[in-house]
């Protein structure tokens, strides 16, 4: 008999990735703009290269943040749905003496 497989829930992050608000579209606006009115070539690769290492960071973060949310909704569907184990028949408790 295969045990039904309980399919991980993922709703959530459709409910965490709401749009930027308006002050924080106007705040990235600002930003691409300074970075586009910008001549110094030296400023911008290191600006560039801030952004790359940032992003790294963020996207190591929240693999991890994803990673520890799946284990903990395994572990909570896991209590909720608790599998009976079968009992040992007289043979096989006689065996494991």
Request: glycine share 2%; hydrophobic share 40%.
């Amino acid at each position: 008999m295969k045990e039904s497989e309980v399919p991980l829930d993922l709703n959530f992050v459709l409910e965490l990735a709401q749009p930027p608000s308006i002050e924080e579209e106007l705040q990235m606006e600002k930003e691409i703009r300074s970075v586009k009115s910008s001549d110094d070539i030296n400023a911008i690769k290191r600006y560039a290269e801030d952004l790359a290492r940032q992003n790294h960071q963020q996207s190591i973060f929240i693999a991890g943040c994803m990673n520890k949310i799946a284990e903990l909704q395994a572990k909570l569907i896991c209590k909720e749905n608790p599998v009976k184990q079968r009992e040992p028949n007289l043979l096989e408790k006689l065996l494991r003496l």
